[in-house]
C-alpha cells in the first residue's frame, strides 16, 4: 500500500485560491442569505478548507435595503448595545437601524456567524456591503452568484 498518496492537504495563505462572488440581496430573507455568505466568506464550500486559515472568498452584497424579514421582525427584532456605563444600554428596531443605516443589519448578520477571534476579523474585511445595486468593485470582476443554487 502506496501510503505517500494519502497525505493530507492543508491549506496556507499562499496556496489559497480567492475569488471575488456578487450576491444580489433582493428579496432574500435575512438570516438565509447571512448564513450562505458566512460559509462562502469561511471557504467552507472548497475541498481544501483548513479551519485555522483564511480561505474563503471575497463577497460582495448588493440591495441590502431590499433584505426580507419575516414574520412581525421588523418591529419586534431588537438590537442592543451598551455604553458601558450603569443605565447605558440601548436598544434599536430593525426598522429603525434600516432606515439610519442600510447595511448594518446584513453586516450583524453576518458577523455574528464567524469565529469570534482574529480569523473572524480578517474574514469580516473580506466582506463588502452596498445598500444600493451599485458596487465599487467592478475591476474585481466578479462572478454573480445564485443563492438558490448554494445548499
Known sequence: MNTLSYKTISANKNTVSKEWVLIDAENEVLGRMAAKAANLL?????TDFTP???CGDNVIIINADKIRLTGNKWNAKEYIRHSGYPGGQRSTTAREL???KP???VE???KGMLPKNKLGSSLFRNLHVY?????????QKPKKLNLKSIR
Open 108 to 110: 450583524k448578520a453576518i
Open 103 to 105: 447595511t448594518a443589519m
Open 52 to 54: 485555522h486559515v483564511d
Open 131 to 139: 445598500a444600493g445595486g451599485e458596487h465599487n468593485q467592478q475591476a
Open 42 to 46: 469561511r471557504g467552507k464550500h472548497k
Open 98 to 100: 434600516m432606515a439610519k
